[in-house]
């Protein structure tokens, strides 16, 4: 018997499962590829909401344990998927500069924005406001991240390339059976598809569509992060990121031609050279009515969980939500109430 079953390989799911790993728990993987979710994040590790100049959702304890655990990953799989990047808030008017000024002011976001402004960080970004720079940033490469933890678990026999059936799971009085493998508890983590997951299903779980594009720009030369409307960063080369989108009614996972058009013309407004399009991605994150994620024991089935609902902050999220889910498994902690989802308890008992 296995002690785990994790159902999906994206963020959540590759977080559980090193933790697994480390504690030296049994379990296997079971993922179809379905998740882009992850693969297609921009991988900021940036605690700073750049379109209010808040923080974000705990971010300041996140981003050192995120960090923290990325680079103990890096070295148990000798691959570099974490690295510095600079990023930049460029201004639209003295009144944002104010804000950036009034949030510097505040004790918990302080340490993250720095009070001297710069005013150009690169020729073909024009900033008549100047810029301002976010301290104790960095950027990891999700795909490359989850990829290669993924060729790890291969290579230990420890993941199932295969759809999971929902209904070919039973529930024993010892754990769970599923075709042939044997276990005491599964987690879920399934991003946007929870919502086919009967045992799930009744959490308030919301499809955020993201959509990015690659550029070539030759001339750029951009090694920073900038932050205006939209977002752009190196993606090696003469290539850049450009993104994203956000969409809370088209649930389909291809990119769109109206998600291209509009990052373009927001382009054209941030960057005055030359550039062109070359590749387009999209993904469905999982999003939740609280803002906050869901993670936790089914209401009546004791040995199944989830752990999911991160939105776009998911690099930051991830490795915080799985130790505190597997605390409370392992060893009786408390989840906090804010991510517990016995918050959204009485909606399993009402469902149709």
């Known amino acids: 018997m296995k002690d785990y079953i994790i159902v999906g390989a994206g963020l959540s799911g590759t977080c559980l499962a090193y933790r697994l790993e480390k504690a030296g728990k049994s379990f296997v993987v079971f993922d179809d590829g379905s998740q882009e979710a992850s693969k297609v994040a921009g991988g900021f590790m940036n605690p700073v909401i750049l ?3 808040t923080l974000a959702w705990k971010a ?6 995120a960090y923290d655990f990325y680079k103990e990953m890096e070295k148990h799989l000798q691959k570099t998927f974490l690295g510095p990047l600079e990023v930049y808030r460029r201004f639209s008017s003295v009144e944002e500069q104010n804000n950036w000024f009034a949030a510097a002011d505040k004790p918990k976001i302080a340490p993250f924005l720095d009070t001297k402004l710069v005013a150009s960080v690169n020729k073909h970004i024009p900033g008549k406001f100047s810029f301002g720079k976010v301290l104790k940033t960095s950027r990891i490469d999700p795909r490359y991240l989850l990829e290669s933890y993924s060729e790890h678990l291969q290579e230990k026999g420890w993941l199932l390339q295969d759809t999971f059936d929902h209904n070919a799971l039973q529930l024993t009085g010892s754990g769970v059976q599923y075709k042939n493998t044997a276990a005491k508890n599964v987690i879920f983590c399934e991003g946007f598809g929870l919502q086919q997951n009967p045992f799930f299903s009744y959490l308030p779980l919301r499809g955020n569509k993201g959509e990015y594009i690659i550029i070539k720009a030759p001339n750029l030369d951009l090694e920073v992060g900038v932050k ?3 977002f752009i960063f190196p993606a090696g080369g003469d290539h850049y990121a450009v993104g994203a989108t956000y969409s809370n009614t088209d649930k389909t996972p291809e990119p ?3 998600a291209r058009e509009e990052l373009v ?3 054209k407004d941030l960057i005055k050279t030359d550039f062109e399009v070359v590749g387009q991605v999209a993904g469905l994150r999982p999003s939740t009515i609280d803002r906050r994620p869901m993670l936790g024991q089914h209401p009546e089935h004791k040995n199944l969980y989830t752990c999911n609902g991160f939105g776009s902050r998911g690099i930051l999220i991830a490795p915080s939500v799985s130790e505190e889910l597997l605390d409370f498994i392992e060893e009786g902690k408390a989840l906090d109430p804010e991510v517990d989802i016995s918050r959204f308890t009485k909606k399993w008992y009402k469902r149709a």
Do not use: G, M, P
Request: charged fraction near 35%; hydrophobic fraction near 40%.
């Open 228 to 230: 205006s409307s939209i």
């Open 265 to 267: 013309e927001k382009l």
């Open 51 to 53: 379109k209010r100049f």
């Open 256 to 258: 769109t031609q109206a």
């Open 60 to 65: 300041d304890v996140q981003l050192a344990k």
